[in-house]
């Protein structure tokens, strides 16, 4: 049976089609810098905000109409509702999806009880990718709803928790592995902190590495070889989230040897929460052969919370794919972490909200690859800092050359050459230009 009988798998047709449920960007085949588009985007639609969300808000209940869902929280209820999501990915053409294991299937009344469940719900997931050949990008557990994480998971002062996070942790590395997952994400929506007063700062980090360097030996224990994921987020729930920008996961990275096993999931509204641009964090990850996958989404500037907006805006798709571009996504890929509006309730909205984000960040390829092409950024880039590619900048970068040596260079020249303009305001009309174009 169809939930969406008025909907049809979503094909191109071009920028100047009205279809709303066409794209106008997005060609799964188009081959753009080398590669078809399906394979630089991997779009990915999450099961937590596109099946679970209900539009409840800090002020209201939900709203969403989904008359698949019986709203319990039975097994059969999310078996049926899995079928549902495959339905909806399917028609989209995402060629991914991605969950937590609570998204997926109900807790029980105990620990045994949960895995049961997940294992049924996993069941169906797995018929179901197979039937449609929609893959999993990333599995991840859910340890922040459920109030036995009040004070974290892996950095909880109870010890019960930790090992219960464990558990959890393990179960969803083996439904992952199970379900072929590329990839494994940690959020750590609890881990971190709302006072010092009540809390050791040092010990909850050296809890979190044991965590991690946990999951990376049960990962080679069952043969799990997907990329582990960290996703930064500088606040909410808790006001210090230890994970909370990509240089801060890179510090603990490295300073607790965990380097070689992960990579980041950048997440746009994240960025924004932390006073970063998206491009930042990404040029900030990717620099440190970091960059693992991001979570396609945009707040909003004027509310100050993860408000998971579908992100439609092409300066910003076209600066995301320009660094995703240089250099690359997989195994990761472009999950559309974001919720339609309370107000958007109808099941067409998810359509039509999944549509225009896909094909913003197409033509933000398009637009970026282009770009990268001509050279357009790079040649005043790499203009702007040639005095580097002089002898004396040579020998600053190879570092063989001293203060002293620096001070008798100035002292006989007394002072340094004149600056040239940094033209970002020219850039900004190529930019523009290139957006005008494609
Ligand atoms: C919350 C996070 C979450 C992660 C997965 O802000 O974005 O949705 O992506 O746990
Ligand atoms: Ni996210
Ligand atoms: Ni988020």
Redesign the pocket.
């Known amino acids: 049976m169809s939930y969406f009988p008025e909907v049809n798998k979503v094909k191109y047709e071009g920028p100047d089609s009205d279809n709303p449920l066409a794209f106008r960007w997005y060609n799964p085949e188009e081959v753009v810098a080398g590669k078809t588009m399906k394979d630089h985007l991997r779009f990915t639609v999450?099961y937590?905000?596109t099946f679970r969300g209900n539009g409840t808000d800090p002020f209201g209940g939900g709203t969403m109409l989904r008359p698949w869902d019986d709203g319990s929280e039975s097994v059969e209820n999310a078996c049926n509702r899995a079928r549902v999501a495959f339905e909806l990915i399917e028609k989209l053409d995402a060629p991914f999806y991605?969950f937590?294991d609570r998204d997926v299937a109900p807790e029980g009344s105990n620990l045994r009880e949960t895995h049961a469940n997940f294992d049924a719900v996993a069941q169906v997931l797995k018929e179901q990718q197979q039937r449609t050949g929609v893959q999993l990008l990333w599995g991840?557990a859910?340890m922040?709803s459920n109030p036995r994480f009040m004070h974290g998971a892996a950095t909880t002062c109870n010890v019960e928790v930790f090992a219960y996070a464990a558990a959890q942790v393990k179960k969803a590395l083996e439904v992952t592995k199970e379900l072929g997952g590329a990839n494994y994400?940690?959020?750590g929506?609890r881990e971190g902190y709302q006072c010092l007063y009540n809390t050791d700062m040092k010990r909850e980090l050296d809890h979190l590495a044991q965590f991690f360097h946990m999951a990376i030996d049960y990962a080679k224990q069952i043969g799990f070889t997907g990329q582990f994921l960290i996703?930064p987020?500088p606040k909410?729930p808790t006001k210090h989230q230890y994970d909370s920008d990509a240089a801060a996961c890179l510090n603990f990275l490295r300073a607790y040897d965990l380097l070689d096993s992960f990579k980041l999931?950048i997440?746009t509204?994240?960025a924004t929460l932390a006073g970063h641009e998206m491009m930042h964090e990404l040029e900030y990850a990717g620099m440190q052969g970091a960059l693992g996958s991001i979570?396609a989404?945009t707040g909003d500037l004027l509310l100050g919370w993860?408000t998971?907006q579908f992100a439609t805006n092409y300066y910003l798709t076209t600066q995301i794919m320009l660094v995703l571009l240089k250099y690359g996504l997989s195994p990761g890929g472009v999950?559309f972490?974001a919720k339609v509006r309370r107000e958007s309730f109808e099941p067409i909205d998810l359509f039509y909200a999944h549509i225009g984000s896909m094909d913003a960040f197409a033509r933000g390829l398009k637009v970026a690859a282009k770009i990268i092409e001509d050279g357009a950024l790079s040649k005043i880039v790499s203009q702007r800092y040639s005095s580097w590619d002089s002898e004396l900048g040579q020998k600053i970068e190879s570092g063989n050359t001293s203060f002293a040596e620096l001070e008798a260079l100035m002292l006989a020249k007394g002072d340094a050459a004149p600056n040239g303009s940094g033209r970002q305001e020219l850039l900004e009309n190529i930019f523009n230009r290139y957006l005008d174009r494609v």
Do not use: I, Q, R, Y
Request: zero cysteines; charged letters at 30%; hydrophobic letters at 30%.
């Open positions: 999450v937590w905000h991605a937590h991840t859910n922040f994400v940690f959020w929506g996703e987020k909410e999931n997440e509204n994240h979570d989404n993860d998971d999950n972490d």
